[in-house]
């Protein structure tokens, strides 16, 4: 069930998600591998932190932000339930978060860049935190009606999205028309 459709305290039914979006798959398709740092920008409790984790391995890393702190305290539970100790987490904005420099070879935002308060200020992190030739993966919701999801006026279509994405100095490589709910855009930092 959808506790909320967005936003702080937002809680997903896992099983109904996976149906439509298998998260082991997305991230393998996106070119996550063994030994990566892989960073879950707005991560929840872990929808797709916790498959990265696995695919990563001890050799890589999975770091995870999100405002919502119990949605974080899930995610380290989960973590630890797993026995993966390849996770580090933090309870903040992802407006405030630089993990690192230059570190990162993938960052993920699932559903969320419509959701920050300042989305051109976390796309600048991304890249100060992307190394060279990383990834930037944006999922985000149509800006057209949908089954379920967030008001139409607060998404950012494919076309917002990548001029953002641009301007924040990351080179966007594709554009897809993922599912009949998402659009995926794929940018690299040059
Ligand atoms: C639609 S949910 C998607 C969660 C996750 N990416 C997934 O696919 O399961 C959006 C998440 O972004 C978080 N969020 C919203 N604004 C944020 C911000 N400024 N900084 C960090 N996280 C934020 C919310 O708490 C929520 O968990």
Redesign the pocket.
């Known amino acids: 069930m959808h506790h909320h459709t967005?936003?702080?305290g937002?809680q997903?039914d896992e099983e109904k998600r996976r149906e439509k979006l298998d998260p082991e798959k997305f991230l393998r398709a996106a070119g996550l591998q063994e030994g990566m740092a892989f960073m879950?920008i707005?991560?929840?409790d872990g929808?797709?932190a916790i498959p990265a984790a696995k695919i990563v391995g001890s050799s890589g890393k999975v770091y995870g932000?999100?405002?919502?702190p119990e949605?974080i305290q899930r995610l380290a539970r989960r973590a630890t339930e797993e026995g993966l100790e390849n996770i580090e987490v933090r309870a903040g904005?992802?407006?405030e978060t630089l993990f690192c420099d230059g570190c990162a070879d993938m960052i993920f935002f699932?559903?969320?860049l419509h959701?920050?308060?300042d989305p051109a200020h976390v796309l600048k992190n991304a890249r100060a935190m992307l190394a060279t030739g990383g990834k930037l993966i944006n999922l985000d919701w149509k800006k057209e009606p949908t089954e379920a999801g967030p008001p139409l006026s607060v998404r950012l279509s494919e076309a917002d999205a990548s001029t953002l994405i641009e301007e924040a100095g990351l080179t966007v490589s594709r554009v897809d028309d993922f599912s009949p709910d998402f659009y995926l855009i794929i940018a690299t930092r040059p």
């Open positions: 967005h936003g702080i937002f997903y879950d707005g991560c929840n929808f797709f932000v999100d405002i919502d949605a904005t992802a407006e699932g559903i969320v959701d920050f308060n």
